[in-house]
Nanobody, 122 residues
Framework: QVQLQESGPGLVKPSQTLSLTCTVS??????????WTWIRQPPGKGLEWMAL???????YYTPSLKSRTSISRDTSKNQFSLQLGSVNLEDTAVYYC??????????????WGQGTKVTVSS
């Protein structure tokens, strides 16, 4: 059973950089056919896909956030991380990490973390 657990600060000040880490257990982040993603949900809004890092280290970003976002991984710790720079109030959201099955059409997200709430406030 694959499990994902997000970690990071619950509160970030405007203009700072938000750093989140997802620790994966029960499966390796380098296993082919899978990719690892960050998704967020602002209060009262829908889910927004942010970034993805595949089993081979290749990365993809949603265009609207690409200039402020960086996704990386530490294979020795079986973790992947997200950095979001120059945060503002609109970045307040619950942030989730999830696994995508990239050999299935539409790349379904089959395992999710429980989510971590991040508030941007001065």
């Amino acid at each position: 059973q694959v499990q994902l657990q997000e970690s990071g600060p619950g509160l970030v000040k405007p203009s700072q950089t938000l750093s989140l880490t997802c620790t994966v257990s029960g499966g390796s982040i380098t296993t082919s056919d899978y990719a690892w993603t960050w998704i967020r949900q602002p209060p009262g809004k829908g889910l927004e896909w942010m970034a993805l890092i595949a089993y081979d280290g290749s990365t993809y970003y949603t265009p609207s956030l690409k200039s402020r976002t960086s996704i990386s991984r530490d294979t020795s710790k079986n973790q992947f991380s997200l950095q979001l720079g120059s945060v503002n109030l609109e970045d307040t959201a619950v942030y989730y990490c999830a696994r995508a099955n990239i050999i299935v059409t539409m790349w379904p997200l089959d395992y999710w973390g429980q989510g971590t709430k991040v508030t941007v406030s001065s």
